[in-house]
């Protein structure tokens, strides 16, 4: 076994300093070595988008990457972007909207349609499916959670405008 | 919405001021959720918390010659590994049968293999370190010597005397079977114009919770007590189970299921892998952690359906259907999974068929097989879509025999909804149902005649659209005739202890469980509105035997129905203990007071009178200022479970409108509309989004899921990148109305709503899918419906 190396990066703005095995993915560094629970592992392989973080302001799949390939790097998980409040609006979308149920999709849902709204002003239906379509959701069935990134999306272009 | 019965008393609690009942009102729950900080099992630790993984079989039937784990042992950070006959000594086999299912018969399972492995993915040892990584290095080193078996993996073939018996002491490899006959079909059958016979063939599929299955045990020596965290539907039943085969009291295990990465029937069972955990822990006496990993998930979580059933329908040409009759064959793996049983599917399909259609000829068999592969039991609407895809096929397939409209058909033979109470010709008794109020909305809401113009209009440009329909019927709130009959320690009844704090809030313990369904919502919104407290005042614990009720849990569309109805008739109690302290409080009569908005009233001019937290201060902090001999109960409990009728029979009506490229095959889902019959609807929101996340699970049956076996019995798709499932891109919207027919049974009048979206989204499409089909003569009776079968079908390859 490769020997532990050690690692420096932000994780929700915070410096983060630890030893840890070159195998280790990102998404277990995130949950066992720092306690942020809120990144969900479902598949392990990339499938089903339940562990999806930011990376330098880009979502990636933290299960598919190293904790030591995060070197250097700016995480943000749903702690971050909820206790800043980046969010707000679109965790209150979904909550009228009822756009979760048992809750475990949710946080990188959530990461993933901001993800969209950060780049696409005003993003139809068809657009809002194509872009979650790489986040398993077992409950809901999408559409609440269709509705919601849309009425987000809406409301945030009134405020802008 | 429409209402079938005007409200029965118009006094009832539904109809108090302020009532939040039937109204959308958000989940108490949800803002933890949404920021990540909800627990789940996954995310809990224990101090001295130990890991375990499971070795398994990769041969789906095989003698265990050997286990060598000195090597592993001996790695850095192994506790211990246990092999099945080490855990042998802590924990007793089980054998899953039921007495009212005549004839059941099932082998004993250990919590880890013996002697031998009966499916590929059956635990052989168990290694358990201080970290799970640790764990999985050394079960690397585990080596195990095993004598491959020939493996029973088709179940056409299980019967035959060629092949091997999976449990020899059994005799045979069939598991169970039922017939039954009503009516006189052969006579029916010889009258009709038209017999029409297809074989149906589902595909073998499973739940995917997105969170796996999860596990803590935690076995403390010197309170001799159990307590497992787990993701479950049913607390007590797991209490009553691990007490039972550990040798403890149920007083002994307290259950804590805190959030539930989704369960759809997948988390009502009690797995091999859980029962070795609990018992890891008593025997490790410190707390051990399992959580599936997703290899694993697809290996040993159920799977559902796998069934091929052979279907008849009569019908004269004036459109009268006049007998139905079904050959059903399921294959269940290599055991009946425990306590709930895998012969309760195919026992249903029997229940079901034909159920929303007068006629009383039915003949029907259904047998249940061993196999060599993962275990089978219920999901999500059991033995439902089977029937309806049964039903709903053959009603078409007799429609286009007799060219007559799908719709007209059903018209003529839909139980007329002022024909209740009536039964089915299986014997299942109907309070009341709305089939043709259903259909008329449905047809409104779909613009059925303007769809039928648009679908010839496009045939023309070859633009292959279809229109299917499909009527079911739903079994909701079960009562002891599910399980308790048969022997199982299952719940049917749910308990709610509500009571006031010393602010004037009020807490609710139930014993119904959240998956997300919303129970904890409903449980508050049945409270406040009965109690006149605000939902913000209102606290809801659940999912720990220690400190609720005890009762069934959340699972067969039961949470609303029996544990709303509990949590009602508890909160009259309490509201009538308050109004009674306030009389003694306010030298008034109990009659003259009513409670609203926190506040006591007078009933006559709603005139605020106390506040309740000035009513519970007196209570709890000034008693000695109350008349003598005032002894004010803050605190009420009631049970609650269905007498009358076995179960709250409930029906629906849906329609798919698709697209099917002939050319490649597939098939696109443009719109699909369902109109269901729960009776009383608490929260609309939330009985809509249990319908729709129900249909995008049918519609994964019908189009995409299947668990693929070859004949050595590997699962060859066990992972999530090769078993699809519904993704947000290929969903179409769904429209959801109701017709509204309350159960008498209970005050608040409420069915069950979580099996209707599944139970007739397959039929819906594949119906859909051979209308489209119907210019080339291509009949379908298979799901998934993937390119590969519908261009089959086409004869294209």
């Known amino acids: ?161 | 919405m429409t209402v079938t019965r005007a409200a029965v008393d118009p006094l009832s609690v539904l109809d108090r001021p302020n009532s939040y009942i039937g109204k959308t009102v958000p989940r108490p729950n949800l803002d933890r959720l949404l920021q990540g900080r909800g627990q789940y099992v996954s995310d809990l630790e224990l101090p001295r918390m130990a890991h375990v993984v499971f070795l398994r079989s990769p041969y789906a039937h095989a003698k265990i010659v050997a286990i060598n784990a000195d090597i592993a042992k001996r790695m850095p950070g192994v506790i211990s590994v246990v092999t099945g006959r080490e855990l042998e000594a802590v924990i007793t086999p089980w054998v899953g049968v039921l007495s009212h299912l005549k004839g059941l018969k099932s082998a004993p399972q250990y919590a880890i293999a013996i002697d031998r492995v009966c499916w590929q993915g059956e635990a052989v040892a168990a290694i358990v370190a201080t970290n799970r990584a640790a764990a999985e290095d050394a079960m690397e080193k585990v080596a195990v010597d095993y004598e491959e078996l020939e493996a029973v993996t088709d179940m056409r073939t299980a019967l035959d005397p060629s092949t091997p018996v999976i449990h020899p002491s059994l005799g045979d490899n069939l598991a169970f079977e039922r017939i039954h006959s009503a009516g006189d079909v052969d006579h029916a059958f010889s009258e009709s114009d038209a017999v029409v016979e297809a074989d149906f063939v589902f595909g073998r599929h499973t739940g995917v919770t997105l969170e796996p299955r999860a596990v803590v045990a935690d076995w403390n020596a010197a309170e001799a007590r159990l307590t497992i965290y787990q993701g479950t539907q049913a607390p007590h039943m797991v209490q009553n189970i691990a007490a039972l085969h550990l040798g403890l009291k149920d007083a002994q295990v307290r259950v804590v299921c805190n959030d539930v990465g989704g369960s759809f029937g997948i988390k009502v069972h009690i797995y091999a892998d859980e029962m070795a955990t609990y018992a890891l822990s008593k025997l490790l006496r410190r707390p051990v952690k399992f959580v599936a990993d997703r290899i694993e998930s697809f290996n040993t979580d159920i799977h559902a359906r796998d069934h091929r059933c052979k279907g008849r329908v009569g019908v004269r040409q004036d459109g009268t259907i006049t007998a139905f009759e079904i050959d059903d064959l399921t294959g269940i793996g290599p055991y009946s999974m425990y306590p709930r049983t895998s012969a309760i599917e195919a026992n249903q399909v029997v229940n079901l068929v034909g159920g929303p259609y007068i006629t009383q000829n039915y003949r029907a068999r259904a047998r249940v097989v061993f196999q060599n592969k993962n275990v089978m039991c219920q999901y999500r609407a059991v033995g439902h879509p089977i029937a309806c895809s049964v039903t709903e096929g053959l009603v078409d397939l007799a429609a286009a025999k007799i060219g007559m409209d799908p719709v007209e058909i059903r018209r003529r033979n839909l139980i007329a909804d002022n024909a209740y109470p009536c039964a089915s010709p299986s014997g299942m008794k109907f309070e009341q149902l709305s089939h043709h109020a259903s259909l008329a909305k449905l047809l409104q809401m779909m613009r059925y005649d303007a769809l039928r113009t648009e679908q010839a209009a496009l045939r023309k440009r070859n633009i292959h659209r279809g229109i299917g329909i499909a009527s079911f019927i739903e079994v909701t709130n079960p009562s002891a005739a599910f399980y308790g009959v048969g022997g199982a320690k299952i719940s049917s009844q749910d308990g709610v202890a509500v009571r006031m704090d010393a602010q004037g809030s009020v807490i609710c313990q139930t014993s119904i469980t959240e998956q997300g369904q919303g129970s904890e919502s409903l449980t508050a919104q049945i409270v406040g509105s009965v109690l006149g407290v605000s939902m913000e005042r209102v606290r809801v614990i659940l999912g720990d035997t220690d400190n609720t009720p005890y009762g069934g849990g959340t699972w067969a569309s039961r949470g609303a129905g029996i544990g709303g109805e509990a949590a009602l008739q508890a909160a009259k109690i309490l509201r009538s203990n308050i109004v009674d302290v306030a009389a003694a409080i306010l030298q008034s009569n109990p009659a003259a007071l009513d409670i609203v908005d926190n506040h006591v009233v007078n009933t006559s001019d709603g005139v605020p009178r106390i506040e309740l937290n000035e009513l519970a201060r007196i209570v709890y902090f000034r008693p000695d200022t109350l008349p003598p001999g005032i002894q004010p109960e803050l605190m009420a409990t009631r049970h609650f479970v269905p007498r009358q009728y076995p179960f709250a029979f409930t029906n629906g009506v849906q329609a798919s409108w698709l697209e099917v490229d002939t050319d490649t095959g597939f098939v696109k889902l443009l719109k699909h509309w369902v109109v269901e019959d729960c009776g009383t609807i608490i929260n609309p929101q939330l009985v809509d989004e249990q319908i729709r996340g129900g249909v995008v699970q049918g519609l994964g049956a019908a189009l995409f899921e299947k668990c693929i076996y070859d004949e050595r019995g590997q699962l060859i798709n066990a992972n999530m990148a090769d078993y699809l499932v519904p993704m947000s891109g290929e969903m179409p919207d769904i429209e959801v109305a109701h017709v509204v027919s309350p159960t008498l049974e209970s005050e608040l009048g409420a069915k069950g709503a979580g099996e209707a979206g599944t139970a007739g989204a397959a039929a819906a499409v594949a119906n859909a899918v051979n209308d489209a089909l119907r210019p080339f003569g291509a009949t379908i009776t298979e799901i998934p419906l993937t390119p590969q079968v519908i261009l089959t079908a086409l004869g294209r390859i």
């Open chain 1, 1 to 161: 076994m490769t020997a532990p190396v050690p690692v420096s990066l932000l994780v929700n703005g915070d410096p983060v300093e630890a030893i840890v095995l070159p195998r280790l993915n990102l998404a277990d560094f995130l949950r066992d070595n720092l306690k942020l629970t809120g990144t969900h592992v479902g598949c392990e392989h990339g499938v089903c988008g339940a562990c999806t973080v930011r990376v330098n302001g880009e979502i990636v799949r933290s299960c598919l990457i190293l904790a030591v390939q995060a070197q250097g790097s700016s995480v943000e998980t749903i702690e971050g972007l909820s206790d800043s409040g980046e969010i707000a609006d679109l965790q209150a979308a979904f909550r009228e909207r009822n756009a979760l149920q048992c809750g475990y999709c949710t946080p990188g849902m959530l990461i993933t349609a901001q993800d969209l709204l950060k780049h696409t002003s005003a993003p139809d239906r068809g657009a809002i499916r194509d872009h979650l379509s790489g986040n398993y959701c077992r409950c809901t069935g999408y559409q609440a959670i269709v509705d919601a990134v849309e009425a987000t999306a809406r409301a945030r272009a009134e405020r802008s405008t």
